[in-house]
């Protein structure tokens, strides 16, 4: 995956630099490109996507819309996966939606256009969605809590979208439906184009005849989720630390009391002193946070292929400029920050060239001979040996496939279940 440039305008962004892109849509006003994807061809056809469905690990929803039945309840429905392929309509019956979440953790395709978005922190990266519908399908206006690339993939979309400031939702209906939405612009996707919409931006897509729309999510995190987990996985860490940084609430000159239901003031300043304390420990926020965001979802799972026999033949193939390749598996989430190193809900601390290689692979998310090569000679290469221990442990786990030369189907088997 090469660095994009920041200042060179990107089809992606319909001529408009990264930078531009940032400072005057993200997160404040749609923008509609036409061809962002030149020749776009869908990246699997409707029954691989059935029979990605069908898979346990897999999140699926099927949407059904009845113009028939009594506005309400009655006129959506909505049910979770998996679904075998008698589970779905009929493909002569109108207006159904199957929306398959996750689609980059089990397709390399999908994996690599959400590279095409690394203008954008990975931290803030959801997941590609992609959605089949048949004709007049759609899951009805609604707005979404994330920033959105809609990409048309396959057949037509009416998109309507509208800046509507009432939220109101339709009562007694099993998806979040606007109940007066009113739109302001209307376009129609063809294969390639796509649309992107800033959280809250409310919008309805129409399918005009059968058609695959791909969603590529970019989740904002909400203050309480984020809290909640924080703080749970701070005080995770209480145990392992020293007695005298988990001390025992003491109350030897506590007078008798007359009040005994009353929570005493020296109880609540020791648990308030303690909270604080968690909480100002910057270091350790910081450690939750990197390992909180690079955290696997429920579902998702890693596929161990075989590592390189030996630690040291990786190495003396390193030294002698043999080609290699180390790969982030597409499950794997990894982040840095200005002290630490983050997988896949793991942390570690890094420095010197161990910490320039690791950041890079988590930049790009793949390593090359040549990004070695500048270190096989550093007086500290010997700890070059411990960075492939760490790499090789990883390819063990299915987090990274290492491939020097000979060992290409390494790469072949990874990340296919
Ligand atoms: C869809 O593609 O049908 C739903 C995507 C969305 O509206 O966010
Ligand atoms: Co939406």
Redesign the pocket.
Known sequence: MKKQSMDSPLVLLGGLTAKAFMTMHWQKKPLLVRNAFKDFKPIMNRQSLFDLAKSEDVESRL?VHSNDAPKGTGQWSLAHGPFRTKDLPKLSQKAW?L?VQGVNLHNDQAAEILNQFNFIARARLDDL?I?Y?TDQ???GP?F?R?D?F?LQAQGV?RWRIGKNKNHQLEPNVPLKILSNFTHTHEFLLHPGDMLY?PPQYA???V?MGECQ?Y?I?FKAPQAQELTQELFSLMSETLGEQPWSANPLYQDANQAPTQSPGEIPLSLQFFAHQQFLKKACDSELFHEALGVHLSEPKAHVYFNPVEAPKSVQAMLSRLKKGAPCVVRLARQSQMLFDEKRIYINGESLKASGFERTLLRKLANQRVLQSEDFEPFMNDPLASRMKGLLELLHEWAEQGWVLIDFSNMNENLDKAGKP
Request: glycine share 18%; no cysteine; hydrophobic share 40%.
């Open positions: 949407v939606t929306l969605m959605s519908a399908g759609g899951v609604h979404d994330y959105v809609l979309r919409l919008h309805e897509g399918a729309t969603s999510g």
